[in-house]
Nanobody, 120 residues
Framework: QAQLVESGGGLVQAGGALTLSCAAS????????MTWYRQAPGKQRELVAT???????NYADSVKGRFTITRDNDKNTVYLKMNSLKPEDTAVYYC??????????????WGQGTQVTVSS
């Protein structure tokens, strides 16, 4: 069974940096599109950054130039490097994997989330 485990969250002051990791198991990681989402209290979950199996990246406007998503297929891990953090980046960050079975059916998995808190 596929599993995604996030780590690296914590408390940081505004202007600081954190790197989140998401380790995948039980899935063909190298073929998956990996995405970081976040959900702040009282708000809907929103896409933060995506990286395809081919390494193409996409970012929410609110994090462009501050966050960087990368992947290491040898380690089955996707990372989110977050710089110049702002209080509005405070949220639970979730890792998501999207893939396609050989029969062309789509599957996806979510991690349990990791809390990021940015103090002003």
């Amino acid at each position: 069974q596929a599993q995604l485990v996030e780590s690296g969250g914590g408390l940081v002051q505004a202007g600081g940096a954190l790197t989140l990791s998401c380790a995948a198991s039980g899935t063909t990681f190298s073929t998956n599109t990996m995405t970081w989402y976040r959900q702040a209290p009282g708000k809907q979950r929103e896409l933060v950054a995506t990286i395809t199996s081919g390494g193409i990246t996409n970012y929410a406007d609110s994090v462009k130039g501050r966050f960087t998503i990368t992947r290491d297929n040898d380690k089955n891990t996707v990372y989110l490097k977050m710089n110049s953090l702002k209080p509005e980046d405070t949220a639970v960050y979730y890792c998501h994997a999207l893939g396609i079975h050989s029969d062309l059916s789509v599957y996806d998995y979510w991690g349990q989330g990791t809390q990021v808190t940015v103090s002003s």
